[in-house]
């Protein structure tokens, strides 16, 4: 090939993808509208507000989350209200006012607008289901108020409950597959249900086969092998993205190098909810503290927990054990000191709580774990942390034939001598081999160094967001 032709060659080819200007200044981020702060997250515990989606404050390089929120949200309208209005002639005069309330409030434009989406999206979903009081339900399940505070967006990020009609393309980040079908299906309550039984299955479906539907983003590698069988639909199953969740590195934590007291760890969920005590496993913490105490003198345990009514028998184990409770909120700066003097997280919960899990692995702490729904996605015996058997099968599984998440939450109300018992044994071996200790513990750490990072994360979240903002 000659010089010229060359030349020529390079120029055509610099003039289809030419090379980006160091001068120029890069592109502005794409707006991804944060939809957690609608008032209608509320009614799933509020978790627009948990930090399982704090990574929503470092977004993936070429993207920014948007709160839109006005100063003054709109009183919500309590779910059981139309429920207690027991006549037609009465929901409707309710209807009404709740109408003309909030088009006083965000104007008529806005209102009726929303009302047009509301009424496509009913008329979808009966097209798509045959069902009509089914679709109605749903369609008022997403709380109408709600949907006029949401703002046009390219893109809107949901979390956990596709609350939305539709109005935006929309991308939802989810744990199981139970929160979808929220509040019609509940967590705990799935052992022997039938789903598709439910006549809200088929609005379900119909909503995440919907074109606006543009991805459903997990860290569980289980939800995202359970969705495609739940819906036997390779439409949703094309919008799947799975990424283990990342966390942050503390730069100070429990290196397991001092002599003195060993520190064990119990916490209550973000929601600190006095029932939840159960549900984490506090009643086998306890049972295994009461033995343990008098084995290992050394020992302490500190519960941060708002501690529901416990029978007198629990009420003298906190006594006599000299247990620290701390049940009430912490600064941010005080819960880290306590994460770093902490050396044993104990978490012997129904399933997994990532946060939680991650956080304590950040620190260097031994995670002590139940064998509950997801917890050996992120925890590998012996190796970064240790499992107690007890859960799954009985409390918490995966049913990969049916495509659901099994749980029966009733057991965890009474303790459990499978799990007291691998407590004791499992935190036996940590007090007694403090090498032991220390080499779990660090191989914790460095896993939420290289393997469960929010670089990681970031990128799978990016990459979501470009085939949503394609089509899906």
Not at 160 to 180: A, K, M, R
Not at 245 to 260: N, R, S, V
Not at 411 to 435: F, H, Q, W
């Amino acid at each position: 090939m000659s010089e010229s032709s060359r030349e020529a060659l390079e120029a055509r080819a610099d003039a289809l993808d030419p090379m980006p200007d160091a001068n120029e200044p890069a592109p502005a981020p794409a707006s991804v509208e944060f939809l957690g702060w609608l008032p209608v997250f509320k009614r799933f515990g509020n978790c627009g507000a948990h930090p399982q989606f704090a990574h929503t404050d470092a977004p993936p390089p070429g993207y920014r989350f948007v709160r839109s929120a006005p100063e003054s949200l709109a009183d919500e309208l309590p779910s059981s209200l139309l429920t207690k209005v027991g006549r037609a002639l009465g929901a409707v005069v309710l209807s009404l006012g709740m109408m003309a309330d909030t088009a006083r409030r965000q104007g008529v434009l806005r209102t009726f607008g929303t009302l047009w989406a509301f009424s496509r999206f009913v008329l979808a979903l009966i097209r798509k289901t045959r069902r009509v009081l089914p679709s109605l339900r749903f369609a008022h399940s997403r709380h109408f108020q709600s949907q006029v505070l949401a703002p046009r967006a390219e893109l809107a990020f949901l979390t956990s409950v596709p609350y939305t009609y539709g109005q935006n393309p929309w991308v939802i980040e989810i744990e199981d597959p139970t929160t979808l079908f929220h509040p019609f299906i509940e967590n705990g309550r799935t052992a022997a249900l039938d789903v598709r039984a439910s006549p809200y299955f088929a609005a379900v479906k119909a909503l995440l086969e919907a074109n606006t539907c543009r991805g459903i983003i997990t860290h569980m590698r289980s939800t995202a092998e359970l969705l495609p069988a739940l819906f036997q639909s390779e439409i949703v199953a094309r919008k799947v993205t799975y990424a283990p969740l990342g966390a942050a590195l503390p730069t100070d934590w429990q290196t397991h190098d001092e002599d003195g007291p060993v520190n064990l760890l119990f916490t209550n969920s973000w929601h600190q909810r006095p029932d939840n005590f159960f549900l984490r496993g506090g009643l086998d913490v306890l049972e295994a503290f009461d033995v343990l105490r008098r084995r290992y003198p050394q020992l302490r345990l500190t519960i941060r927990a708002s501690l529901p009514v416990l029978e007198r028998r629990y009420q003298r184990m906190l006594l006599d054990g000299w247990v620290r409770v701390i049940d009430r909120f912490l600064p941010n700066e005080l819960m880290a000191e306590l994460q770093r003097e902490s050396h044993i997280f104990l978490l012997p919960a129904a399933r997994i709580h990532i946060v939680s899990v991650l956080q304590a692995m950040s620190y260097g702490q031994v995670v002590v774990a139940s064998d509950g729904w997801g917890m050996q996605e992120y925890i590998g015996h012996g190796r970064n942390g240790l499992i107690v058997p007890g859960r799954a099968g009985k409390v918490t599984w995966a049913d990969r034939a049916a495509g659901m998440l099994r749980e029966d939450y009733a057991p965890m109300y009474t303790s459990d001598k499978k799990v007291v018992n691998g407590l004791i044994e499992s935190v036996s071996l940590l007090v007694e081999r403090r090498a032991v200790r220390r080499r779990i513990g660090h191989a914790a750490r460095a896993d939420v160094r290289t393997r469960f990072t929010l670089d990681q994360w970031n990128a799978a979240l990016a990459a979501a967001f470009d085939k949503a903002r394609r089509g899906g």
